[in-house]
Structures are given as C-alpha cells and as structure tokens.
C-alpha cells in the first residue's frame, strides 16, 4: 500500500525508521554500560521486531506469559525470559516443553510456586532455570525484599531448579513513591539490587544475573555497577508517557494511531472513529506524577484534547487554534497514545510505514495473555 489515504480507520501506524534509531539507541545504552539487553516483547508482540532488537544486539527477550514466549520461540527466538511467576500445573508443563526447545528463564516469587515448579519439574526429569522476583517498593509480584534471602536459600535446596539471578521491575519510582527524577529513581533501582545479590552471594547463594530497569530508568540503573541486565520494553515505540517521564521526546514516538473524524456536533467538538476499544485507558489524565491532558497526542491540532472516550467513539474538545484548523467531516488525524504497550495489544495488526510505503504487520502474540 503506497498511500496512507487508502488506510482504513483506525488503525496503528509504525513510523519504522523511528523504531529502528529507538532500537539502536537502547541497544548503544547497554553496550556502554556493558550490560546485557533483554527487551521486553510485551510491547511490540511483534517476533519479526524481536529478532531486530536480537539482531542490534539484544541477548533474548523478556515476555509476561507462557503464550507470548510460545509465540516467539515458534518465529525462531532462542532466548526468552518468563518474567512472571508460573504457579499453575498447565502453564509448568508447557514451560518445561518449551525450555527442551529454547533456553527458558522462568521467574519465581514464592516458596509455594517454587515446590511446584519443583515437583512437575521432577516429574520430567527436567532442571528449570529460574530467576527470583523482588519487589523493591511497586507492591505487585515479587518477594518482600527482607524476606529474598530466605526465599533464595529454600530454592536452592530444590534439586531441579537452578536458581541464576534476581529481577525486579519498578518503573520510576523514589523512595516508594512515583516520580519524574527518573535518574534518581534508577539509581535507586540499582543500588537495591546489587546490594541484595551481594547480600545473597556472602550466605554462598550463586547470583549472576541482576535484572532491572524500564524504559525510563534503564539508562540510569544499567550504570550501577554489578546490574548485568535491563529489560526495557516501551523504548521500541515509545508513547506520550515515556515523552512526560523524559525518556523520549514526542519525535522520538514511532506509534500512532490514524482515525477519521466522524461527526462535528459543534464548533468546540470533534467525534472520531477510535474509542477505548482503540486507545488504552489504563494510563488515566491527571493522575500523579504524569498529569497527563487527554487519552493522546494530536500530532495536527495544537490545543485540542482527546478527552473522553466510550468504546467507538473518541471526543475530541477543540481550542480556538482547533477550532480555526476547520477540521471536516472526514479528514484524517494521527495521535499518539498515552500508553502504546496496552494500544498495541488491541489491534490485530499494525500498519509499518516506511517512507510512502505502509505495510500490515499482524500483532502474532496479541491477546495471549495465558
């Protein structure tokens, strides 16, 4: 397709050249800080795009779920890290059938989910890598961070698990609470870490890997000496958030989605053809520390907000700049997303443009959320 007038609405387009100088640029970050770069693939759910950050110097891939490592080991990735707790007998057997095919890293955050790791492990005679979680202020997956070493002890009493490193994700955070000072925050980020492993390391408990860092803060934790990895993933695409936290400047944003507009019921509104079934909503305007205007970036309208949407349709308040653009019933408007990494996952396809050409990509790992 050679012509974006043609695309149907909506629809998400990928600016690919930048997306490739997003790759390289975090794959240049991880080479000067001589970290490992393990990207996480959530974003994109793309394989061919994983074999590019693979092939810009990537070691493997970070996925949430056994469905999404599935998916990439079948399009040929040979590296891929579960950075999820697997806790049920169904998901275990499919890791360990993987894990005879590729190596498999899977995480672990509990003593219960690892004797079940354990136990269906033992059953195949098979030997699990794992890498246990810790949470470092997020209050989500991950053991309490007083409680890891005892945790990490009980793991390496488990014969058929091989227990090779620490993880954690905490997004920019300081001190426990959100934050823009996203350097600061992954420094802080990296300490916790690195002072843990060798917390775990003086009580003869072998951690090599050291895991950490998101798209914001991996720049910053990877040059806390002793981090061996970060998993970044937005950076791919980037998103209006990253653009709010400093990662990115709004150029830097290679995802957007095209919508027509619909209907003009007034002078300060414009309806269009994307709704919540199009944009994520789970990065919610003015809420702390982003204090966000709208759902998205309108690339074309200086002072309009993508303000309310309900599942078609997206409201569109107009400013007098806006107003002044006589905007028509069917003309065509670019916004990037608050959230590309939710966005993504509710397109089956995504539009890949390169110069005039725009090519359909499907989204091979959408909606595999088991």
């Known amino acids: 397709m050679d012509s974006m007038e043609k695309l149907e609405t909506p629809c998400l387009l990928i600016d690919a050249q930048r997306m490739d100088r997003n790759i390289q640029a975090m794959a240049d970050v991880a080479r000067i800080h001589q970290v490992a770069l393990r990207p996480h693939a959530k974003t994109h759910k793309i394989p061919s795009i994983a074999l590019q950050q693979l092939e810009a110097g ?35 057997e499919r890791a360990i059938r993987l894990s005879e095919q590729i190596e498999l890293i899977v995480g672990v955050d509990s003593l219960a989910g690892a004797q079940q790791l354990e136990q269906i492990a033992s059953r ?21 961070y007083e409680q890891a070493a005892a945790l990490a002890a009980a793991i390496t009493g488990l014969p058929h698990l091989r227990l090779t490193g620490i993880y954690t994700f905490r997004g920019s ?43 914001p803060t991996a720049a910053h934790a990877a040059a806390v000496e002793g981090v061996t990895e970060v998993r970044p993933g937005t950076y791919v695409f980037h998103d209006r958030m990253q653009a709010r936290l400093g990662a990115c400047s709004l150029e830097d944003c290679a995802g957007s989605v095209l919508v ?14 994307g709704g919540s079934k199009t944009f994520a909503t789970d990065i919610q305007p003015g809420t702390e520390p982003l204090q966000l205007n709208g759902f998205g970036h309108i690339l074309e309208l200086a002072d309009a907000t993508l303000a309310r949407l ?34 993504v996952n509710l397109h089956n396809q995504v539009i890949m443009q390169r110069g005039h050409t725009y090519t359909p990509t499907p989204v091979f790992a959408r909606g595999m959320l088991e």
């Open 58 to 92: 990537a070691v493997g891939i970070t996925v949430a779920k056994i469905a999404e490592a599935e998916v990439m080991a079948a399009h040929g990735i040979g590296n891929i890290f579960v950075a999820y707790p697997l806790v049920t007998a169904s998901k275990i």
């Open 124 to 144: 195949h005679g098979h030997t699990l890598q794992v890498r246990l979680e810790i949470d470092t202020g997020l209050r989500r997956t991950g053991v309490l």
């Open 173 to 215: 955070l300081l001190g426990g609470k959100p934050t823009l000072d996203v350097a600061a925050a992954g420094k802080e980020e990296g300490t916790l870490m690195v002072q843990l492993a060798e917390h775990l390391r003086a009580q003869g408990i072998a951690i090599a890997d050291v895991s950490v860092g998101s798209t």
């Open 260 to 273: 027509t507009v619909v209907s003009r019921p007034s002078a300060d509104l414009a309806i269009v053809d």
């Open 310 to 343: 309900t599942e078609e349709h997206g409201m569109i308040e107009l400013g007098p700049l806006a107003q002044s653009a006589n905007l028509q019933i069917g003309d065509k408007l670019r916004i990037i997303p608050n959230h590309i990494c939710s966005t």
